[in-house]
């Protein structure tokens, strides 16, 4: 099936929901390799508003769970570079 996101990612999603198909990986920029979410990050998202823990991560990612913590670890120490904690401190 095609879809389009550019239209906005809440009409992909919505897609998913009334269809109940699965992302294209060649299509879908939001592709991924877990069936359980239609392979779509955003129906994941949707699906798991309060967020997922490191392990439901690694097992949709199909890496494991060091490698997970070893990627938010670095995605933190970027961002705290850049001063996007800046404001908690106040």
Known sequence: MNHKHMVGDAICYD???RTKAACDKNKCRHWIDYQ???NCSLVCANKNPSGLTL?????RLQ?????????????????A???LFD????
């Open 81 to 83: 570079k850049r001063g």
């Open 87 to 90: 404001f908690m401190e106040e």
């Open 36 to 38: 359980g979410d239609s």
């Open 15 to 17: 897609f998913h929901e």
């Open 55 to 59: 392990r439901d991560v690694a097992d």
């Open 63 to 79: 890496i494991s769970f060091p490698r997970v913590k070893q990627i938010q670890d670095k995605a933190i120490q970027k961002a």
